[in-house]
């Protein structure tokens, strides 16, 4: 069983930074991927950033590229997504996802069998 809790989440003004973190369970045979996707009320879910476990590439999403972080620490089966220059739009519940998707369809939620519950983060102008 595939366990994943995310934390972190919160109110921040828009230009701040947050980290979110995500425990999971270590199973590699499971899953290849580990991703943030985040959720605004209303709209689609999309993933905004992936570490591909063995070959320790990452991916973002365009609008989030170079302002957010993707990184593990192994050692205590964590995964963190480090957002600075937050924005009003950044606004949205964060999940945490694990699945094994082709590198070209890491964003593809329906890629992704495990999942958080989720962490809400705020941003106000």
């Known amino acids: 069983q595939v366990q994943l809790v995310e934390s972190g989440g919160g109110s921040v003004q828009a230009g701040g930074s947050l980290t979110l973190a995500c425990e999971f369970t270590?199973?590699?045979?499971?899953?290849?991927?580990l991703t943030w996707f985040r959720q605004a009320p209303g709209k689609e879910r999309e993933a905004v950033a992936a570490?591909?476990?063995?070959?320790?590439?990452?991916y973002y999403f365009d609008a989030v590229e170079g302002r957010f972080t993707i990184s593990r620490d192994n050692s205590f089966n964590k995964a963190y997504l480090t957002m600075n220059n937050l924005q009003p739009e950044d606004t949205a519940m964060y999940y945490c996802?694990?699945?094994?998707?082709?590198?070209?369809?890491?964003?593809?939620?329906?890629?992704?069998?495990?999942w958080g519950q989720g962490t809400q983060v705020t941003v106000s102008s």
């Open positions: 270590d199973a590699p045979h499971l899953y290849t991927f």
């Open positions: 996802a694990a699945g094994s998707p082709s590198s070209n369809l890491w964003r593809s939620p329906e890629k992704y069998p495990y």
């Open positions: 570490t591909w476990l063995r070959l320790r590439t990452t």
